[in-house]
Structures are given as structure tokens and as C-alpha cells.
């Protein structure tokens, strides 16, 4: 139907070939408010400012630069394009421009970002103010320079724990001179990454008590529930927090996606959304309309743009569309940036290196290819989108899987609901004891720097006993290891196994310890970045798997036995014929065979076997069970729990701060713990991540979108956008979509009648008979 607006046109003309549009949502426009700079922003910044074109700020930029010229740990959560950085440069070049000694180091969360940073505020060119990028690049000189010099010191979270904090004596005039730390684009740090980097801050805050100073902490995030909170756990410290966006926008319309069915051996089957996402790009740069287009990996990001690029064919438009992602020369990025801001470039297709700060705004059009995991990000990517007074358009194309699904048939889910507390757990034991150490041998630990973390004294005693610290009298944990110990802030561990070509040694890639028995065994297909390398040696002791490039038509999968014993249990909620828990577990996994599978039917080739030792893994998990006696009737029972835990582990992102990824699962008819019919969902990080956790806090939620996506699927018996899950390693058999609905009904339903919540004491071995059932 033609309409007088641009956006609806816009949609019209992207349904004319097949409509998936499955519902359309109006983002109002924002009208601009002022405020007066606060008062104690002198002249001359308000004369630098007013140059480079603010001339006044926004009041959510003003409040939050005032808490912090106070002394207030702040942080500002507000939308993309919102002037964040104005709220931390404030107080920080208010500091330069009056001549004082404070000095301030900003932390990003990607050497990029912090580049641009250096870039935005070099041209500022306030007087008085020597800004420093110090990462991994930078040689030896420039960092004694800027340890002596730079007022402002450009960094990431990686280089103050492997360089800054070990030498800290090095850095001691920055340290001593601490006003300001800036912690940008803050909500990254969750999960495991989150953990470490709270650890880090705490180990900064302290090192710059020692040498006399007491910064304030500066934040900036993405919108996110409780953002005092999440910056609270980062630092150990209360914080306050802006939150309303006052910035203007010209407003957006959102709609929302499902890539048309197709049949397959008569059951419907998604379109690849990275197909229709190309497709769509292409007919919005044939209209002029500047695209941007999110699209979850670097090799999709290349298919999109090449494929868009083919669409157009002999158009010249075609020649204005390319790719962006990391792993480009920065030189490369630096002009496609430039050429997307200046519309040279009309259509690009990027992996998330676009989404965190880097200032490229006015855009016409937002693609996002698939759910991004957090609402966060979706409204971050969306938010790239809006130029000027125009109308904003963005579009959301459904993966094939179960979030996705659901959320396109609920809309609700992304629209009308908070976005996600970015949540990590410090008091993680598997990643408080290696900080622990650092902190000790950086400088020994006093009772107060333990107070913050709770089990951390338990958590130094157990290093004492393993004599890597030592408790003086007086009270103090002193560092009595051999060598310092390597902790790496990303990723699982040091234990990775490299990736190397046969013939030629040359490093292909790495894969973390946990995965690699399921990704690069022997003769296994290991995909990397759209090329395929089969495996010919795995050498775990090494940490090596030895490749050669190859193109086989089949694929591998493996099979593994998963056994889980619960070690400890935190929490219950009894509910008659259904009760869910929290609690520690171990998790051992062998993997045990693989096989090889034709494509594309997927027919299985033959069956190999292997030997490889079983891995263990302490978490935390959630798990729920069923009285077997209400469940007569139900044929497949197994079948039924298998189903439910895949499309409960896919769905678990609707509520947590995760990625499928990071969770496993296992489920069974008759536990050997509960003695029930049981389905486990567990934190795939050594002693958990707070995912679980999450998920038995908002169960209700978590398990009633479990059974919509399962139920809202077209399918007949199951498929990828509903019960199917890539990565099981029972080759996706049993599985039984009809049971999933009814255990999840189930449990639903106990769930609206009396709940009975049961805690557990932290020691349930000694105490689990004075518990039961006394207590409550
Ligand atoms: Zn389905
Ligand atoms: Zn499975």
C-alpha cells in the first residue's frame, strides 16, 4: 500500500517479493533538551567545546559529569549517539585545563575504540592536555614518555593486568596522581571476561590507595538494567548512575522478520537468513538508502556483502557496497569508516567491530542479521540508524533457531521488557584464586582488600595450604610462589591448543582446551573462517592439532557420554509435582566417537571412534524435575527432556547475559542424585558465571518462553528453530517435540500453586542434617 512515508515504503517494497514481516513497531522521535553547563567547567573547555560545535550539553550529560567532578563513581547509561564521552571528558579536561596534577586513565574494551578515543579528543586540543595511547603496540620509549608525561592515558583492560599492574612501580607517578578512571562501553564486561576485569579494577583501586591517591570511577554503558549495580560489582564500591536519554532522535520503525518457509521432504524450512539479509541489503543501496547490515560472523559478514553485491549485478551501486570486520589492516578500516560516514560507501556488512563506540551514526538503515544475544545489542545496532529529521528504519531477519523464533512471534519480548543487567560473579573461586595472586605479589594483601569479595579469605587460606601465599603474623597475605601466574582475562585459560598447518607449521588458529576434543580430534573437519582443514594429529600434551587444507563432501560430528554429579545444592523451589534447583555440579564429558555425515542431506557416512581422556568441569547449574507418577501417558520420556533442556538452553539468553555457547546441558529420565526425571542447564565456565543463576531467578519467564518457541514452531516433529540444537553430541536423537510441551506445561503449572523455597547453607555435607526438614 503506498503511504507518504519513506520507512513504509521502504518495507513495502522489501515484503514485495515474499512478506515475512511479522510485526512493525514505532520508535517515537526525541526532541533535544539543553542544559546550561554546570558551573565548574571552565571557560576555556566550554570554548574548545563550542568550537568543535557543542555549545551546550545535554542534562544527562551534565549530571553525570558533575557526580564524577564530586567524586561520585558514576555511571552513564544511555542510548548509541548520545554524547556519552562528553560526560567523562568533562570533569577529565576541566582537571587538564586548571592545571592540575590529576591525571586520568580511560580503559576500552578494544584497542580500536581506545584509538578512536585518542583520535576524537586529540582533535579537541584542549589546553593542558597530553593524552597517550598505551596497548600492546607501543614501544618501549613511547610508554616511559607517557608514564612520565600523558595526563591521559588510553588503555584496555588487558595491558593494566599483564603490564601496568605487575610493574606498577614503573607507573608510579600515574598512580600516585589517580583522579579519574574511565571504564567505557562497561556492560562488555560480564561472565567470565566480567570477572577478571572486576578482579583487575579492584587490583588498580587498590595499587592507587597504596600510592596515596583515590580516583573516581567513570562509566559509560550501553542501556542495561541496574547499571549502579553492575558498576558496583565491578569495582566493589557503590556508584551512582544517569540514566535518562536526552539526546534527540529522529525516531525509528522496527520490524521484525521471518525469513519465508521452503519444504524439505514436506516439512517447512527457513530461507538462510544471511540470504535474505543480502537481498534486503541490496534493494535498499539500488534506492540510495545508507545500509548498514549486523550480521554474526566474519565469514557471513563477507557473504552478505558479496552476495548483495551480485544482486545488484551491473548497477553501479553494487561497486558502494563492501565488508567490515576484524582482521582488517586498521588503515583499511580507517577508510571504510570515513567512506561510510561520508556516504561514498552506501551498504556495508559488519560483524559487532561496529557496534561499540566507534563513531559511525548517521545512517539511513539498519539490518541485523539474527537475534545479537542481548537486547543491549539490538538496541545498540539499531541505534546506528537515524540521520538528521529522517525516519529511521530497522530491520531484525529471525535466525533458524528457537530465540529468534520466539521472539518474532512475541514482540513483547524485545520491546516491552528491560534490557539485561550485565551480570559476572568476582567471587568466582577459579578466577579469585589466580588474582589473588597477582594482587599478593604486586603487593601484599591486607584484610580490608579481601573484605569486598566474599569466599575470598577461604580462597587465600586454600593458597596458603598450597603454599603460594603465606599469612603473617599481623594478618597480611604475602606471595611466596615460584613464578608469577599466567591468568589471561579472555578465553578459558592458557591451556588453548593451537591450530597448525602440516606441510608448513603456519598457525591457522586456537581453540580453547574444553573444545577442542569436540572441534579439531583426529579426522575431524575443522571450519575456520570459511575454509576447511581436516584434522590429521591432535597431541593434547603439546596443545597442537596438525591440519591440511581440504574440501571433503561431509562434514563431522561427534558423540560424547556427559555424566553429572551434583556436589552441592544452593537453593530449591519445591512446587508439589515439579521442583527446581540451583546448586554445584561436576559435569564429566568424554567424547567418544565421531561420525562422518554426507551434505547437505546430513545421511551418516560411518561411525569412527576415539580416544580421548574425559574432561571434568565444576559449575554451577540449574536443574528441574518431575514427579514420574503425573506423567502417565507421556510416551517418549527421555525424548521429551531432551527437547526441553535444547530449547531451554536456547531460549536461556532471553534471560541472562549469555550465549548458547557458554551453556551445556543434560538431561535424563532418572537422575541418580534426584532420582527423578531431570533436565540440567549449566555455566560452561570452571565454578559457573552466573547464567544458571540467572535462570532460576527468572524460571517463570525463561521456561514459559521455552514452551512458546517450541509450541509458536511450525515444524511437525522438530527442527532447528525449536527443539534441534547444533551442538549436541547425541547427534540430536531422542527427541520428542509433543513431550517437550507437556513437561514444560508441567512445571509451569506447579509453579502457579504453593511454592515452597528451600536454602541451603553454604557447607550442605555438615549441616544438611540439621536441615532437613527443621528449618522451614
Ligand atoms: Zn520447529
Ligand atoms: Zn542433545
Known sequence: MPTDRPTEQLLAALESEDGGLRHLRRLPARRAVRADWPEWVPAEVRDVLGDNGITLPWPHQAEAATHAFEGRDTVIATGTASGKSLAYLLPLLTEAASGGEGRTLYLAPTKALAADQARAVGELAVPGLVPAIVDGDTPFEHRQWAQRFANLVLSNPDLLHHSLLPRHRMWRSLLKNLKYVVVDECHVYRGVFGAHVALTLRRLLRLAEHYGADPTVIAASATAADPAASLSVLTGRPAAAVTEDRSPHPGATVGLWEPVAYEVDGEPRQASTLSETARMLAQLVRRGVRTLAFVPSRRGAEIVAAEARSRLGADPAAGRIAAYRAGYLREHRRDLESDLREGRLLGVATTNALELGIDVTGLDAVLLCGYPGRLASFWQQIGRAGRGDTEALAVMLAKDDPLDTFLVHHPEAIFDRPVEASVCDPSNPYVLAGHLCLAAEELPLKESDLASIPGSREVAEQLCEQRLLRRRPGGRYYWVGAERPEVTLRGSGPMGVDIAETSTGRLIGTVDAAASHRLVHQGALYLHQGESYLVDDLDLEEGLALVHAAKPPWTTTTQEITHLEVLSMRERLEMGEAALSLGEVEVTSCVISYQRRRLPSGEVIDTQSLDLPPQTLRTVAVW?????????????????????????????????????????????????????????????????????????????????????????????????????????????????????????????????????????????????????????
Open 624 to 776: 528441574w524435575t518431575v514427579d514420574p507418577e503425573s506423567l502417565d501417558g507421556l510416551k517418549d520420556l527421555a525424548g521429551s527432556l531432551h527437547a526441553a533442556e535444547h530449547a531451554s538452553i536456547g531460549l536461556l539468553p532471553l534471560v541472562a547475559t549469555c550465549d548458547r555457547w557458554d551453556i551445556g546441558g543434560l538431561s535424563t529420565a532418572a537422575h541418580m542424585d534426584t532420582e527423578l526425571p531431570t533436565v540440567f542447564v549449566y555455566d560452561g565456565h570452571p565454578g559457573g558465571a552466573g547464567f544458571a543463576e540467572q535462570a532460576f531467578r527468572r524460571w517463570r519467564e525463561w521456561l514459559g518462553a521455552t514452551r512458546d518457541a517450541i509450541t509458536g514452531c511450525e515444524c511437525g516433529t522438530g527442527c532447528p528453530s525449536c527443539i534441534q540444537s547444533p551442538k549436541c553430541g547425541n547427534g540430536n536423537e531422542p527427541l520428542s517435540k509433543r513431550g517437550a510441551v507437556v513437561l514444560l506445561d508441567k512445571v509451569l503449572k506447579a509453579g502457579e500453586g504453593p511454592v515452597k523455597t528451600v536454602a541451603f547453607a553454604a557447607e550442605p555435607e555438615a549441616k544438611e542434617d540439621d536441615l532437613w526438614p527443621g528449618d522451614f
